[in-house]
């Protein structure tokens, strides 16, 4: 079934189906987020390698059974026919309170149904007090009005 928007991929359609991803990922949803991936799909997440929806849902259950009230934010850096590279950052807490922000990078190539074939993602993160906190939305989908990473300075 087709996932729009298409490639080849020009900058609205681009940043619409970064925007699709980024809500998918709010919402928690780790089977809403897989369907996104095609059935034999690699991933390179950090130092962990997994394949195909399957592994990709099992993945996010255990990410996010370890970080807490996760909120992301994603931002186009570039793209080319079938392909959008993307910068993000997101902030969630562990079970003891302690709060993290994790920067950064995705490269993503899709078929020509819209689904991602390839997912190749460099984060890293760091300690914040809860002070330093920069994404303050209600759980979910990131409001229209919220600014985006570059208005942040992030």
Not at 20 to 26: K, S, V
Not at 85 to 111: I, L, M, P, T
Not at 129 to 145: A, I, Q, V
Request: with cysteine; hydrophobic share 35%; glycine share 4%.
């Amino acid at each position: 079934m087709p996932r729009p928007p298409l490639p080849p991929f020009d900058q609205t359609s681009a940043i619409e189906k970064i925007r699709l991803a980024e809500d998918a990922w709010n919402s928690g949803d780790p089977a809403r987020v897989a369907l996104a991936y095609t059935e034999n799909c690699p991933w390179r997440n950090r130092a962990e390698f997994v394949t195909g929806r399957e592994e990709i849902n099992a993945f996010l259950i255990r990410k996010w059974t370890r970080e807490l009230e996760y909120r992301l934010i994603k931002e186009l850096w570039a793209f080319t026919g079938d392909r959008i590279a993307v910068r993000f950052a997101y902030e969630f807490r562990d079970d003891s309170h302690q709060w993290f922000r994790a920067y950064g990078n995705e490269n993503w190539e899709f078929d020509e149904s819209g689904l991602m074939c390839k997912r190749i993602a460099s984060i890293n993160e760091h300690l914040i007090e809860e002070s330093d906190r920069k994404f303050h939305w209600p759980l979910g989908r990131r409001p229209n009005d919220h600014p985006s990473l570059s208005a942040l300075d992030l």
